[in-house]
């Protein structure tokens, strides 16, 4: 299995819990959250991960080298920044097999891999991972009929419901209508484009879910992850 990790962040609602490296770089207990990430990619089997950098990428390179418990790690360095969709496509070029994982390197959830391969080896079309949380405010809702995802409501309304928990199934070739080393959002300017289109599949997880965009969370994480 291989892996896309996008760790290119700047962090700067962090400020100034962190300071000077890339956001999944925070310190959670004396190490990296994206060792955390990591780590938690290995034990699920995972056995090639592509890091997707652009904001002090030495920070992550020297760190990390080109190893951890053992999965092979490839870095793909972005120039100057391409937002999550362009720095995927750029990151698609090093992926070896049709289908690949892709995470946020700065929020972490915990999923059945086994349930979740089956899934994909039975479909091979799109699955983006769902976490149903309290409030999702903060994130916006993903709203769901017959197996599918069918839209994206923007971050209005609180209240329960079911939000994108950034980890997508992709198949290699789903961003071949976009010009090479182009700047886009994959949420805003792919998902919720496509998604209306052709067949994007979900998977709900109730592992635990964290995001460390903000001072608040970086916090509970620290806590959480004791």
Same mark, same amino acid.
Do not use: W
């Given at each position: 299995?291989?892996?896309? +990790?996008?760790? #290119?962040?700047? #962090?700067?609602?962090?400020?100034?819990? +962190?300071?000077? +490296?890339?956001?999944?770089?925070?310190?959670?207990?004396?190490?990296?959250?994206?060792?955390?990430?990591?780590?938690?990619?290995?034990?699920?089997?995972?056995?090639?991960?592509?890091?997707?950098? $652009?904001?002090?990428?030495?920070?992550?390179?020297? $760190?990390?080298?080109?190893?951890?418990?053992?999965? !092979?790690?490839?870095? +793909?360095?972005?120039?100057?920044?391409?937002?999550? &969709?362009?720095?995927?496509?750029?990151?698609?070029?090093?992926?070896?097999?049709?289908?690949?994982?892709?995470?946020? &390197?700065?929020?972490?959830?915990?999923?059945?891999?086994?349930?979740?391969?089956?899934?994909?080896?039975?479909?091979?079309?799109?699955?983006?991972?769902?976490?149903?949380?309290?409030?999702?405010?903060?994130? &916006?809702?993903?709203?769901?009929?017959?197996?599918? !995802?069918? #839209?994206?409501?923007?971050?209005?309304?609180? &209240?329960?419901?079911?939000?994108?928990?950034?980890?997508?199934?992709?198949?290699?070739?789903?961003?071949?209508?976009?010009?090479?080393?182009?700047?886009?959002?994959?949420?805003?300017?792919?998902?919720?484009?496509?998604?209306?289109?052709?067949? $994007?599949?979900?998977? !709900?997880?109730?592992?635990?879910?964290?995001? !460390?965009?903000?001072?608040?969370?970086?916090?509970i994480a620290r806590e959480k992850f004791k």
């Amino acid at each position: 299995m291989e892996a896309i +990790v996008l760790s #290119g962040g700047f #962090g700067t609602r962090l400020k100034p819990l +962190v300071k000077n +490296v890339p956001k999944p770089m925070a310190i959670i207990n004396k190490r990296p959250f994206l060792e955390i990430l990591l780590n938690s990619l290995a034990t699920k089997g995972f056995e090639r991960v592509i890091l997707s950098l $652009h904001y002090k990428p030495e920070k992550i390179k020297e $760190h990390f080298n080109y190893s951890f418990k053992g999965m !092979i790690l490839d870095y +793909v360095i972005e120039e100057s920044p391409l937002g999550t &969709g362009g720095a995927i496509k750029k990151s698609f070029k090093k992926v070896k097999s049709d289908q690949v994982y892709v995470f946020n &390197g700065d929020s972490y959830l915990d999923f059945n891999i086994d349930f979740t391969e089956s899934f994909r080896q039975k479909i091979k079309s799109p699955i983006i991972l769902l976490k149903e949380l309290d409030n999702v405010g903060r994130y &916006g809702e993903v709203k769901i009929k017959d197996n599918l !995802i069918i #839209g994206f409501q923007e971050k209005k309304n609180s &209240g329960p419901g079911l939000i994108n928990a950034g980890v997508y199934i992709l198949n290699k070739n789903i961003l071949r209508d976009y010009p090479e080393n182009y700047k886009f959002s994959f949420e805003k300017d792919y998902l919720a484009v496509k998604v209306c289109k052709s067949p $994007h599949y979900y998977f !709900i997880s109730d592992g635990f879910f964290i995001d !460390i965009g903000i001072p608040e969370d970086l916090l509970i994480a620290r806590e959480k992850f004791k």
